[in-house]
């Protein structure tokens, strides 16, 4: 009968065997050891903008009590090529501020910069067209040229002014672009804002910032002061109501301009 019992190795391989173990054990402490002492750092993520903080506070001040903060006054005069680069500038500051785009406030800007040419005296912010704006079309989607897109028509407003020149109603009027100008209204007041000889679209912001400007400073009344402001703001829509919400829009959008 054959002999099945397996003769031990020589004890010279169990040494090499267990010093081969010995290192391959040492290596694996070493690499859990510097992965844990030494990690890869984690690829840096950029830190998100923050978030604009802005929001109207709503206030119900009596007619003729007060006016609404004045805000950052943009660069004076009908601007220039360099003006234009200021202008800009300025509205992209305080787009940071106001949740308002930059093309809307420079649009803002520009009326209240033309309007101390053309009327000194009536000392117009562009807080009150940014609160008239806010309270006629609190989001506005603006292309470069200035133009809303959809176009802004409201519902019938009243009899036919214009045999629907403006608004493509004969039976009726409606109001039109950003800042919800009637027809009788537009026709009056309208003026091109970049003097390019067109005709003046009530769709267009700049145009329809500019209208707003001389409907404002057409009576003129002083807009610096509380009496003058609500006078021409009860000139451009009667309601109180609605001048209060344009007063509580304007003031914050004032605050915001100028917070540090």
Sequence with gaps: MADTTQASPPRRYVSRIA??????L????LVVTIGVRNPDP?????????????????????AGAQAPRAGLAAPPDRPTESDQAELDAWATRVAGKTALSARVLAAYGRAEMWMRRQ????????????????????????GASGVVTPAIVSGPVGPDTD????????????????????????????????????????????????????????????????????????????????????????????AASVAA
Excluded at 19 to 24: A, E, F, H, N, R
Excluded at 126 to 137: P, R, V
């Design 26 to 29: 040492t290596g694996i402490v």
């Design 119 to 142: 009327k000194p005296a009536c000392h117009l912010s562009w807080s009150t067209l940014a609160g008239i704006g806010h309270q006629s079309s609190p989001s506005l989607a603006v």
């Design 42 to 62: 984690a690829p840096a993520v950029p830190a998100a903008p923050a978030a604009t903080s802005f929001s109207v506070q709503p206030q119900r001040p009596q």
């Design 163 to 254: 045999a629907g020149k403006l608004d493509g109603d004969r039976k009726a009027d409606h109001e039109l672009g950003p800042l919800r100008f009637q027809p009788a209204a537009w026709e009056k007041y309208a003026e091109r804002a970049n003097g390019d000889g067109k005709p003046a679209d009530p769709q267009n912001v700049d145009d329809a910032a500019f209208t707003a400007a001389r409907y404002l400073c057409s009576g003129g009344d002083d807009l610096g002061t509380p009496e003058g402001w609500w006078r021409a703001m009860l000139f451009y829509n009667a309601s109180v109501d609605y001048v209060q919400s344009v007063f509580s829009a304007a003031d914050s959008y004032a």
């Design 19 to 24: 010093l081969s173990l010995g290192l391959v």
